[in-house]
T-cell receptor, first 117, second 111 residues
Framework: GAVVSQHPSRVICKSGTSVKIECRSLDFQATTMFWYRQFPKQSLMLMAT?????????EQGVEKDKFLINHASLTLSTLTVTSAHPEDSSFYIC?????????????FGPGTRLLVL | DAKTTQPPSMDCAEGRAANLPCNHS???????VYWYRQIHSQGPQYIIHGLKNNETNEMASLIITEDRKSSTLILPHATLRDTAVYYC????????????FGTGTRLQVTL
């Protein structure tokens, strides 16, 4: 399967600071990338969908000014959590799709655990 | 997207086949059935997907009923490393459409 990486794998920051998370597709060109968030003992919740070179589409209830998404190339998308607060502490996971063939399977990164103090 | 129903948990003895059911009675003709699993503290791992025919790969087999209203994921020889939450998801064909995760089935493989 295709490989998606994320960096960093975990980050601890102070309240009020901004944190950037990178998502890279290592062996394929990702026309679409997705960002999910997962709180403890809960399922994954989609935050936004981004297509290369265009603005991201955010799910209802997700603040676009707080969670900035940039998909500048076919292999890189970034999520910036601006002015992070303790309630933003969560497991952030990206996925990417764009392989040829039916269904355009999404492949997931390993996730980034964010802790805001 | 159509919703799916899965049992919350299942147990399986190591070395035996694990059969994980999924109901998707409202699936439409342009939706695939996808299976992913998530091992604790990791990102979801793609397992297999299908439209209406049965599918098999190196990880698992997917059996879809003729009316497409349900499916079964089969892990032929479960190991301890297969302990995870398994998600059955229906997803539109042909576009980079989003995945909607339910609560999945927590599979516990035991000695």
């Amino acid at each position: 399967g295709a490989v998606v990486s994320q960096h960093p794998s975990r980050v601890i920051c102070k309240s009020g600071t901004s944190v950037k998370i990178e998502c890279r597709s290592l062996d394929f060109q990702a026309t679409t990338m997705f960002w999910y968030r997962q709180f403890p003992k809960q399922s994954l919740m989609l935050m936004a969908t981004s297509n290369e070179g265009s603005k991201a589409t955010y799910e209802q209830g997700v603040e676009k000014d707080k969670f900035l998404i940039n998909h500048a190339s076919l292999t890189l998308s970034t999520l910036t959590v601006t002015s992070a607060h303790p309630e933003d502490s969560s497991f952030y996971i990206c996925s990417a799709s764009g392989l040829a063939g039916a269904g355009e399977t999404q492949y997931f990164g390993p996730g980034t655990r964010l802790l805001v103090l | 997207d159509a919703k799916t129903t899965q049992p919350p948990s299942m147990d399986c003895a190591e070395g035996r086949a694990a059969n994980l059911p999924c109901n998707h009675s409202t699936i439409s003709g342009n939706e695939y059935v996808y299976w992913y699993r998530q091992i604790h503290s990791q990102g979801p791992q793609y397992i297999i997907h299908g439209l209406k025919n049965n599918e098999t790969n190196e990880m698992a087999s997917l059996i879809i009923t003729e009316d497409r209203k349900s499916s079964t994921l089969i892990l032929p020889h479960a190991t301890l490393r297969d302990t995870a939450v398994y998600y059955c998801i229906v997803r539109l064909i042909g576009t980079a459409s989003k995945l909607t995760f339910g609560t999945g089935t927590r599979l516990q493989v035991t000695l």
